[in-house]
C-alpha cells in the first residue's frame, strides 16, 4: 500500500548540517502520518520527527535542530538536521502511518505506531 525510500544521509563534522529526504508512494488517497526514526549502533529505534499535512511534531531532544516538511505534490517528506552531534550518528529511516497515531496523540510515536519502513540511509557525525 506505501512504499518509502531514504535519501540523502552522508558523513560530516559536528556542527554541520544534512538533509535527508524520503520519496512516498502510495497506492491509496489515504493521508498519512510520515516520520523519521534514528538507531544509533547498539540501541533501539527512537522518533525524531513526524508530520500530517502541515502538522509537525518533534521529539524533545531535538526539536531545536531539526525541521519536517512534507511536500504532497512532489511525495516527498524531508527532514532538515542542523548542528550535528556525534550522538545524532545512527541509521535514519522514513516511516509510514496510515492510522494517523501522530496527529491523534500530538506526538511521534513509538516505531509499533508505523506500518511501513524503508531501508534507511546512514549519518555519520565525527567530532
Known amino acids: 500500500q506505501v512504499q518509502v525510500a531514504e535519501s540523502g544521509g552522508g558523513s560530516v563534522q559536528a556542527g554541520g548540517s544534512l538533509r535527508l529526504s524520503c520519496e512516498v508512494v502510495?497506492?491509496?488517497?489515504?493521508?498519512?502520518?510520515l516520520a523519521w526514526f534514528r538507531q544509533a549502533p547498539g540501541k533501539e529505534r527512537e522518533g525524531v520527527a513526524a508530520v500530517y499535512g502541515a502538522n509537525p511534531y518533534y521529539a524533545d531532544r531535538v526539536k531545536d535542530r531539526v525541521t519536517i516538511s512534507q511536500d504532497i505534490a512532489k511525495r516527498m517528506v524531508s527532514l532538515q538536521l542542523n548542528d550535528l552531534k556525534p550522538e545524532d550518528t545512527g541509521m535514519y529511516y522514513c516511516a509510514a502511518d496510515t492510522r494517523l497515531t501522530c496527529f491523534r496523540t500530538r506526538r511521534v510515536g513509538r516505531d509499533d505506531d508505523y506500518e511501513f519502513w524503508g531501508q534507511g540511509t546512514q549519518v555519520t557525525v565525527s567530532s
Open positions: 502510495r497506492s491509496t488517497d489515504r493521508t498519512l502520518c
